[in-house]
């Protein structure tokens, strides 16, 4: 049991950055206190002591604000941070590792005896407020996004965001990675720190930025090769560079007013 308790605690220090030392660890993290509760109401329940075990259910939610029913099966290093308002229903299992932020629903759909709440793999992150709904499976190392609600499977390594949770990032393929790489070199072509083209990046507007600009550098190569083939055969075209970008054309889009010009006229191959 205290081997368990010490695991529990080190494991806060691995996910928790304002955690400074055991003992502050011990007394004052709610998380591991209704994790330690319900293991010894997930025993009683075990052993049909259900009443029981729901009077220490209770007893943990009213001391810590954390809700986990006695059935629920939790696997190790299982962090709840803050915790407060975190629902766990009695179904549900979770992995090793796995991570829970305030707020967050494991909850059923149905009112069916049946096997109704979520199942989280292995290394599991849910964001604060999110709420994984029904018997479905989350993948290890999956990410579930803050205020997300989720009612469909997710993927092994995948991230899913959104009301209702849409799966926008999967394992990246040798494809996807190439693709990647030539959005970086883009990036670093144009003097543009293209947030958007992050492999474990989950804002699909960034992700839109990152594709918008693979199309101008496509389109900005295609004109350039136009140019080149009509200027071999005599005609008198882009004989004009392409207007500078200066930093005072910027001024009203809200970038900073101390860009250079110079670092703006990187965003233009052509100058």
């Not at 205290?2 to 695991?7: D, K, L, Q, T």
């Not at 304002?18 to 011990?26: G, I, L, P, S």
């Not at 986990?68 to 979770?94: C, K, N, S």
């Not at 136009?226 to 889009?253: H, N, R, W, Y």
Request: proline share 4%; glycine share 10%; hydrophobic share 40%.
């Amino acid at each position: 049991m205290f081997s368990r308790i010490r695991e529990d605690i080190n494991s806060v220090f691995d996910r928790d950055p304002a955690a400074r030392n055991a003992w502050e660890v011990f007394f004052n993290y709610p998380g591991l206190h209704a994790l330690w509760m319900h293991r010894l109401s997930h025993k009683l329940w075990s052993i049909g002591l259900k009443w029981l075990a729901r009077f220490v259910s209770n007893v943990s939610r009213f001391i810590t604000g954390i809700e986990i029913h006695p059935g629920a099966q939790m696997g190790r290093r299982v962090f709840i941070d803050h915790g407060m308002g975190v629902v766990i229903g009695e179904t549900a299992i979770l992995g090793d590792d796995v991570t829970l932020y305030h707020g967050v629903t494991l909850g059923g759909t149905s009112w069916e005896s049946a096997k109704r709440h979520p199942t989280l793999g292995n290394r599991v992150v849910v964001g604060a407020g999110a709420k994984v709904l029904g018997p479905i499976e989350i993948g290890e190392d999956a990410r579930i996004g803050s205020n997300s609600v989720v009612v469909k499977s997710v993927p092994d390594k995948a991230t899913c965001v959104g009301v209702p949770g849409r799966i926008i990032l999967a394992k990246v393929e040798k494809e996807n990675a190439a693709r990647n790489g030539k959005r970086q070199a883009i990036a670093e072509k144009y003097g543009f720190d293209a947030y958007a083209i992050a492999d474990d990046n989950p804002d699909p507007v960034a992700n839109a930025l990152g594709i918008m600009l693979e199309h101008v550098h496509l389109m900005d190569n295609k004109v350039e090769e136009m140019c080149k083939v009509i200027q071999s055969l005599g005609g008198d075209v882009c004989t004009e560079s392409i207007p500078k970008l200066l930093a005072e054309d910027f001024a009203k889009t809200g970038i900073s007013p101390t860009v250079r010009d110079e670092e703006v006229e990187a965003f233009d191959p052509h100058i």
